[in-house]
């Protein structure tokens, strides 16, 4: 099919993740236990995230993702280091993008304010699994406030849905993608269950064919809107296999592609882009990379 295109975005080089709170999390959650902290940036106060942006930003990084553990509410602290966000972006043009779980309007524009680029929200549509897995009782509605918070703050949003995060198997997908609809998001990024060594969904992971279920119906959902298969999917062979499932579903980037999806890509004819940043953020001018600096210190998770 001519004029087929895909935006491949490279963030392990380019667009590193800070933990505000270390390797510190208040939920444990089944599926992590606070293990995929410990591979990220820790910065716990202002002058720790600035020093360290302004460093990243000499070395030619686009752009940090602030995230880190939740408290017992879902939350990520990622106001309290509002005051480095101002100075970073004040003394930078670093694209700052941020985890913050569940949060109120007040809290979405003072992070607007601050200069945060875009807010990228995990959106659970069965609550069981919200109870199960994370440990959490809420609602529809927290979920859906919080969507509309970071909405009408004018700030950037890009949801996620997890596939298979209840063991692996589809549990409220579909769901969380309504309870999108009450927004008009900037892209919406489908992950999947990453099994972490020694949590107790280790041997838990979807099923590739779910990845086309679900990114079919949200290219069916939300039409205009990019649909993007996030870095989180898995991982050894079937990282690939979900990554052509994505492909031939119509996705409009993948995060952290294989080698073999790159080869499978150009194999196939599609015109490919490369980015160095969040593949929830709209590709521009800065963002683009070229092909070559993709192999400099390549990491496959």
Known sequence: MPGKKINFFITSEYFPSISVTGTSCSLMCKHCKGKLLESLIPAMTCAELEKIA?????????????????????????NSLIPALKRIKEQTDLILIAHTGFISKEEATLLKLSGLD????????????????????????????????????????????CVGLYYGEL?????????????????I?????????????????????????????????????????????????????????????GVAGI??????????????????????TCCGLVPDERSWIPHHNLYKGWHVP
């Open 255 to 276: 995060a952290s592609p294989t080698p073999g999806i790159i080869k499978f890509a150009e194999k196939s004819g599609y015109k490919i882009n490369y980015y160095g």
């Open 171 to 187: 549990k409220g997908e579909f769901r969380a993608l309504e309870l999108i609809k009450n927004i008009k998001p900037v892209s």
């Open 189 to 249: 990024i489908i992950t999947g269950l990453m099994p972490v060594a020694g949590t107790p969904m280790a041997h838990s992971r979807p099923k590739p064919s779910d990845f086309e279920k679900i990114i079919t119906k949200a290219i069916e959902m939300f039409h205009g809107t990019p649909i993007l298969l996030g870095c989180a999917h898995s991982s050894g062979r079937e990282r690939e296999e979900i990554e052509k499932i994505a492909l031939k579903s």
């Open 54 to 78: 302004l460093s990243l930003h000499k070395r030619g990084v686009k752009g940090l993702l602030i995230t880190g553990g939740c408290d017992e509410r879902g939350r990520v602290p990622v």
């Open 118 to 161: 875009g807010i990228g929200f995990d959106v659970v549509g069965d609550m069981t699994t919200a109870w199960e897995v994370y440990g959490i009782s809420v609602t529809e509605e927290d979920y859906t406030k919080s969507l509309c918070s970071i909405s009408e703050s004018d700030i950037m949003i890009f949801p996620h849905v």
